[in-house]
């Protein structure tokens, strides 16, 4: 299995806007709402990028991936298809990824189902606001979720940048396209793994120990960082 590089980019800050946690009935869960900026330097990030891609940027079937673990489920990859060679600033780079259908809203399955909701992208003077929700709850309709059940959930915020290929046979009609390989992962924490609260993160990372929250409204100091 290809072991994914992540390198802290300068200039990518994940900053908290706001918080909420409430009850929601209706699916027998306990949602909990973040709404957060993300900051990119598109002069840097081209910069890097093309370190690792040349022309990363000018290439339609070259593609980027957002990690965005602890606030919305990208479902792949997008190609950079027609946008490629119009991406000159943080706008047109977020446009190619923040796209609804990108993003999967269904619940997961296991003991504890969680569901994320489609994030609501906005471009803030260059920077991405987030809104985002998750839901949890039981799998068995007979058990009551608690805020104490809830796990610690770790926000992260990166890019994956991916090299596109030509067909795995070429000329041959409906020969398969290989997907865009991961050539490095940019993101806003360190880049060694630490253990915090039982769980491994990277160095920086923001989380929040959701089980210790109350309903209403989320602190700034409730969002940790991983030391």
Not at 61 to 90: C, M
Not at 110 to 121: D, I, L, N, S, T
Request: with cysteine.
């Amino acid at each position: 299995m290809t072991t994914r590089e992540y390198k802290n980019l300068g200039g990518m800050e994940l900053s908290f806007v706001l918080g909420v946690v409430e009850a929601n009935p209706g699916d027998r869960a306990i949602a909990c709402a973040f709404t957060f900026d993300l900051v990119l330097d598109f002069a840097r990030f081209k910069e890097a990028a093309n370190k690792y891609v040349p022309n990363y940027l000018e290439n339609e079937i070259n593609a980027i991936r957002p990690e965005l673990d602890g606030l919305a489920y990208h479902l792949s990859y997008d190609y950079f298809a027609d946008q490629a060679g119009k991406i000159v600033n943080n706008a047109a780079l977020f446009h190619v990824f923040t796209g609804p259908d990108s993003y999967f809203d269904g619940w997961s399955s296991g003991a504890m189902e969680r569901r994320y909701h489609k994030p609501v992208f906005q471009i803030l003077d260059g920077k991405l606001r987030l809104a985002a929700r998750m839901d949890f709850r039981w799998e068995d309709p007979k058990r009551l979720i608690t805020i104490a059940d809830l796990p610690i959930i770790r926000f992260q915020w990166a890019l994956n940048v991916m090299e596109g290929h030509d067909e795995n046979v070429p000329r041959q009609t409906g020969a398969d396209i290989k997907a865009p390989s991961s050539m490095v992962v940019f993101t806003y924490t360190g880049e060694d793994l630490i253990e915090v609260e039982g769980l491994q993160m990277y160095r920086g990372m923001r989380y929040v120990r959701t089980g210790a929250l109350d309903f209403g409204p989320v602190t700034p100091q409730q969002i940790l960082i991983a030391q």
